[in-house]
C-alpha cells in the first residue's frame, strides 16, 4: 500500500481527511474546511479549502474529480476535472467548484466536495521520428466512428 505523508493544517482542527467511504472505492473523499457555509451563485467558482497539506511521491499525481452526485442532482463539479496536484507541491489542498445549476448551492463545513486517486505518473521521453507507425484509424478525430 502506498503511504502518503498527510499534514493536518492549524486551522483545521476537526475536518476530516480525505478516506474512502466504501471497500471499494476507487477515490477518496475530500470535505470542506469552513468555518461557515458558502453560497455559489449559477455560473460563479469558489475555491474550496480542505484544511490539508501533503507531500505526493515523486512519480505519482493526485487527481482531484467532481462527485457525482454533486454533479447529477446539482450541476455542480471542477472546472478542470481531473485537476491535477503535482508531486512537489507543499500548499494547502482547494478544490475550485463551479456551479453549472440553475439555483445558488451552498457549500457547507465538513461537505463532501470532491474526490481524489493517487495515481502513478510515468516520465515521457519524446523519440522524434520522420514517419509514426500506422493504425487502422489512421487520423480519424473527432466523430469518426459516428455519433
Not at 470535505?31 to 484544511?51: N, R, S
Request: with cysteine.
Amino acid at each position: 500500500m502506498l503511504q502518503v505523508p498527510i499534514q493536518r493544517l492549524p486551522h483545521n482542527t476537526d475536518t476530516p481527511l480525505p478516506d474512502y467511504q466504501s471497500e471499494h472505492a476507487a477515490g477518496m473523499d475530500i470535505h470542506a474546511c469552513l468555518d461557515e457555509a458558502v453560497v455559489i451563485a449559477p455560473k460563479q467558482i469558489a475555491m474550496i479549502p480542505c484544511g490539508f497539506a501533503m507531500a505526493v511521491p515523486d512519480g505519482y499525481e493526485a487527481q482531484v474529480r467532481p462527485r457525482s452526485g454533486l454533479a447529477s442532482k446539482f450541476g455542480v463539479t471542477l472546472p478542470n476535472s481531473p485537476g491535477t496536484i503535482d508531486a512537489d507541491y507543499r500548499g494547502e489542498v482547494k478544490v475550485p467548484l463551479i456551479n453549472h445549476g440553475p439555483a445558488a448551492f451552498t457549500v457547507e463545513p465538513h461537505m463532501r466536495i470532491a474526490q481524489m486517486l493517487i495515481k502513478p505518473v510515468p516520465r515521457t521521453q519524446w523519440v522524434e521520428v520522420d514517419e509514426l507507425p500506422p493504425t487502422d484509424r489512421g487520423e480519424g478525430g473527432f466523430g469518426h466512428t459516428g455519433v
